[in-house]
């Protein structure tokens, strides 16, 4: 079993940055695939990346260039680095590990952290 707790997440104007953070207890952290994924009022939750262990990643389209993921396995910790921020930014980020198959579909994740706001407003 994979515990997840996302920190970092608060009201930031259009333009700012935000990092959060994704702490994971249980089984070695080396071993998982992690990811984030976002879900703003009214609407589906939406994939925004992916990060294999080795560090290459993969990201949506709608935050390439402006988001950058790392993790340390010796710190059971990923990042989310999240830099010129726009309001269709604001959301519920979650932080989730262990894909089998479609890494974009929800349903592909087994752990998801209890989610922490992002909100970009002026």
């Known amino acids: 079993q994979v515990h997840l707790v996302e920190s970092g997440g608060g009201l930031v104007q259009p333009g700012g940055s935000l990092r959060l953070s994704c702490v994971a207890s249980?089984?070695?952290?080396?071993?998982?695939?992690m990811g984030w994924f976002r879900q703003a009022p009214e609407k589906e939750r939406e994939w925004v990346m992916i990060?294999?262990?080795?560090?290459?990643?993969d990201y949506t389209d709608a935050v390439r260039g402006r988001f950058t993921v790392s993790r340390d396995d010796a710190k059971n910790t990923v990042w989310l680095q999240m830099n010129s921020l726009k309001p269709e930014d604001t959301a519920v980020y979650y932080c989730?590990?262990?894909?089998?198959?479609?890494?974009?579909?929800?349903?592909?994740?087994?752990?998801w952290g209890q989610g922490i706001q992002v909100t970009v407003s002026s």
């Open positions: 989730v590990a262990q894909a089998a198959g479609e890494y974009t579909r929800p349903r592909t994740w087994a752990y």
């Open positions: 990060t294999w262990t080795g560090g290459a990643a």
């Open positions: 249980g089984p070695p952290f080396s071993n998982y695939t």
